[in-house]
């Protein structure tokens, strides 16, 4: 198994993307972001293939998400902070041929994520979950003589962190 690079001929990306953030309280922060792109290859011929016309991989047309973050901080000193976040992405290829087995289909992936800190801040434990959806996510496509392979990207996990000062 190897990756081979080429380079197209020719390409043309643009787009734009709007971000905001709002302080929606004294202690709440919210983020939006929203991304549209349009990334396609003028001229790409290798060899005998023609990828002219094609989608360039993992180049979503579409990309929206929002985040919350929510601190709460008591009496102690002590904080503890609570965020979200998801996004919602169109469907894209991930491999520039644009086979139909390397083609995402449209999804949301939500993470979420709750902090406490210490009042020195010397200690610091964190949880969290990612791809709250457990769905299934194309990361790569590789076509094979002997069968594509496939790459996905991680499904839904848990985790936990302890940090401290010294």
Known sequence: FFIQTTNSQKS??????LEAQFAVSSAGRLSMAATWLRARFDTYIIGVTNLSGNQIQAAPDLTLGA???HRFDFDSGARLTLGVDSKYVTGHFVANSNAPGSYQDAYVRSNASLTF???????QISAFVRNI???????????SAN??????NPPRSFGATVKWRY
Do not use: C, H
Request: aromatic share 12%; charged share 25%.
């Open 67 to 69: 985040a919350y973050e």
């Open 147 to 152: 069968g594509d392979i496939v790459l996905l």
């Open 133 to 143: 959806e457990d769905k299934a996510l194309i990361a790569a496509f590789q076509p």
């Open 117 to 123: 800190e210490t009042p020195n801040r010397d200690w």
């Open 12 to 17: 043309s990306m643009y787009g734009g993307e």
